[in-house]
């Protein structure tokens, strides 16, 4: 008899995704958990919204994730899901912010987890484009054809979006022709996850959090999952006492049973300067 690794050990977990995302849970779900990580047929993801704005995105990131999961689970038939959301969100003038939304559905225990992660986006994000060699100077930028970038035009015919252009010759040809017409061109980066290395490099990470967040049972109950689930901030001024905003533990819960272990971070007073009453 062979010792199972995980709950998980083989099983089939179905990433509501048509963008290859199964590729990048793949790897760790099988080597920490014995899973095998699928995609499922004819899932239409864009129905939920598109990084083009063909489809304008309704829910909230968490929502169409989990909306997302839930179909994906009843098209492959089996109980457990992933799915994924990004979204980037410009910070006026201070460039953009990439956040990943990662979530888990276990129906069979009633369990779901969720591990994001927020960091800067160092790619220019695109705009207007003027001429072809604007075009091929952000081509350049953005490091295409390897991440892939959307064209949308203005013209008479109301607004026109081409992707997944494979070359920079095929580019340069559909912007010249766009700005033949007189319309408006814009250039922006393709946040697929297939055509964006940056980005699935990300959600891979949080792939590898989720798959060693369930091999974590939790302690009480030994269901898995176990893990971070919140900061406890107020860590205590040095001048005054009063309690900050700076995060004093870390807080692992599980997702079926509510037990929650404390860890406390070390630190035990904070400088003035995070104190709203000392430096308001
Ligand atoms: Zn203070
Ligand atoms: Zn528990």
């Known amino acids: 008899m062979t010792a199972r690794r995980s709950p998980y050990d083989g099983s089939a977990i179905v990433f509501a995704t048509m963008h290859d995302k199964q590729r990048l849970a793949d790897d760790s ?21 598109t990084f083009a704005g063909d489809i304008p995105r309704t829910l909230s990131p968490y929502h169409a ?3 997302k999961a839930r179909l994906a689970m009843q098209i492959a038939g089996v109980p457990f899901a992933l799915a994924s959301e990004g979204s980037f969100t410009s910070m006026l003038g201070l460039g953009v ?59 008479d015919d109301g607004l026109a979006i081409v992707k997944d252009i494979p070359t920079l010759g095929e580019l340069t040809g559909h912007v ?5 017409e007189g319309g408006a061109v814009t250039l ?28 974590t049972p939790c302690p009480r109950c030994a269901s898995p999952g176990f893990g971070r689930v919140a900061p406890e901030r107020g860590v205590p001024c040095a001048q005054c006492g009063r309690a900050t905003d700076l995060i004093a533990a870390d807080i692992d819960g599980c997702g079926v049973c509510g037990h929650q272990v404390r860890r406390p971070r070390a630190v035990s007073v904070a400088d003035p300067g995070y104190c709203d ?4």
């Not at 779900?29 to 919204?49: I, K, M, R, Y």
């Not at 946040?191 to 964006?196: G, Q, V, W």
């Not at 009453?277 to 308001?280: F, G, I, V």
Request: proline content about 6%.
């Open 29 to 49: 779900f099988a080597e920490l958990l014995g899973a095998t990580v699928v995609a499922p047929e004819h899932l239409d993801t864009d129905q939920f919204g």
């Open 65 to 67: 994730a989990l909306v």
């Open 97 to 155: 912010e990439n956040t990943e939304l990662l979530l888990f559905i276990d129906s069979e225990r009633g369990l779901e987890l969720v591990e994001s992660s927020t960091m800067d986006w160092p790619l220019p994000a695109g705009g207007p484009i003027h001429s072809v060699a604007e075009a091929v100077a952000f081509a350049a930028a953005v490091g295409f054809p390897a991440q892939g970038l959307t064209l949308r035009a203005v013209g």
């Open 176 to 180: 010249e022709r766009a700005l033949g």
């Open 188 to 215: 922006i980066a393709d946040y697929r996850a297939h055509r964006s290395p940056l980005r699935a490099h990300r959600i891979r990470a949080l792939c590898e959090r989720m798959a060693l967040r369930l091999a």
């Open 277 to 280: 009453h000392c430096n308001p």
